[in-house]
């Protein structure tokens, strides 16, 4: 699948209206809603309020209303109009049209995006679109509704060159395709839903091969601590902070790993030091992965060398633990300042989710250690994994993935 870069960020005050397409009786006048005009994040687009305010979309595609219905326009050429915003505030062409959002191939739609696309002031719609002033200034005085057949006559009025069909298709569903990936995750925040659909920043091939690499080691944490878990279930022991961690978190931060892996890996090519010959893991669903299985021969070791361990004794399970997450946080830290090097806020934002994640599951297996007797905690493993300094927050959104090499070694970092 090739990369994603468009998709959209929002902030919701007050009510928001039920699904497109649907009847309501909700009073408009005591709502306040925002949303994003999106086929990559269209910026720079005029929309009007049913009260009469006007506003210009900005670099997210975002707009804000306190009565609806909202149009929206490029000078005097309507593209459409929205009487209620989706559940998921994304207003795609499909909306525009009313037409359901699979429905890509539908003609206005489908010349909507091409045009959308086309007007994009550095012809790159991975980092959004943003509408050229000339496109604007062509309609400024026009007074016309968006018309599928009329598609050549804008691009000449506009003294513009209208993309490949084909191309722009792609892009549309992609984008809808990554959109529909980043609301089906449960437990997903706020702040990183909102981060993730963002246009795509210009990462640094270091981050991108961080991201390469993930697609396997975030599964690692995951896969040890199930494994232990039903190992000493056998046994009549309970250690309900593997599957509580697992389940409730670590499935949500290889899912987040995907999407930002969706977002911004076009082909293996772009990546370095990372022993696949394919990136396929991106498309396939946590539940088809096969446990205990990698494609990188440093994740399958530490893999197999972490079970071995954890097999001994419920304290030495509870220790892997600590192993893992201090390991992952070691990594995290040094990912979180690449990607800041890179002003990648997305991936910051990500990266900065799954290591608080990791700061939480340190602190539970150091007291599932503390409540089965072992005073030190996770400090009876040495002072290589003995942190008083890192922060508690039982909120902090169940994450953690370990990963690495157990040493601290940056993944795909050479």
Known sequence: MKT??????????????????????????????????VDSYVANADYTCADGSTGVTDTN?????????????????????????????QVFPQDLAG?????????????????????????????????????????EDANVTFNAD??????????????????????????????????????????VREALLTPASTLTQEVKNTLAYMGNEERLAYDVYNYLYDFHAQKGEDIKQLT??????????????????????TSPDEFTNVDREELGYKDTNISNMQAGTYDIQ????????????????????LEVGCMVEVTDINDLLADIQSAKDSNATDVT??????????????????????????????CVLGSEYCHPEYPQNENAGGNGKGKKDGHGQQRGKK
């Open 349 to 378: 934002t990500a990266f900065e989710f799954l290591r608080d994640g990791s700061y939480s599951h340190y602190w539970a297996f150091d007291k599932g250690l503390k409540n089965m007797g072992v005073s030190d905690g996770c």
């Open 298 to 317: 440093a994740i399958q070791n530490l893999y197999d060398a972490l079970t071995a361990k954890g097999e001994e004794s419920k304290q030495a399970a």
């Open 244 to 265: 509580n961690i697992a389940t409730k978190a670590e499935y949500t931060h290889i899912q987040t790993v995907q999407l930002l892996v969706q977002k911004y890996i």
């Open 4 to 37: 994603l870069s468009i998709l959209l960020s929002t902030a919701v005050a007050g009510i928001l209206l039920s699904g497109c397409g649907s009847s309501s009786t909700t009073d408009t006048t005591a709502l306040v809603t925002s949303g994003q005009l």
């Open 150 to 191: 009329d598609l050549d006559a804008y691009a000449e009025n506009a003294n513009i060159t209208l993309k490949d069909a084909n191309d722009s298709l792609e892009h549309l569903s992609q984008t809808t395709a990554f959109v529909e990936s980043v609301d089906s995750v449960e437990r997903l925040p706020e702040n």
């Open 61 to 89: 595609g975002s707009f804000t209303c306190k009565t609806l219905p909202v149009s929206f326009r490029l000078g005097g050429l309507k593209l459409g109009e929205i009487a209620q915003v989706p559940d998921d505030r």
């Open 99 to 139: 037409v359901n959002r699979a429905d890509v191939n539908n003609s206005t739609v489908l010349a909507m995006a091409r045009f959308l696309q086309s007007c994009d002031d550095d012809n790159d719609t991975k980092n959004g679109i943003k509408i050229r002033e000339q496109v604007r200034a062509a309609f």
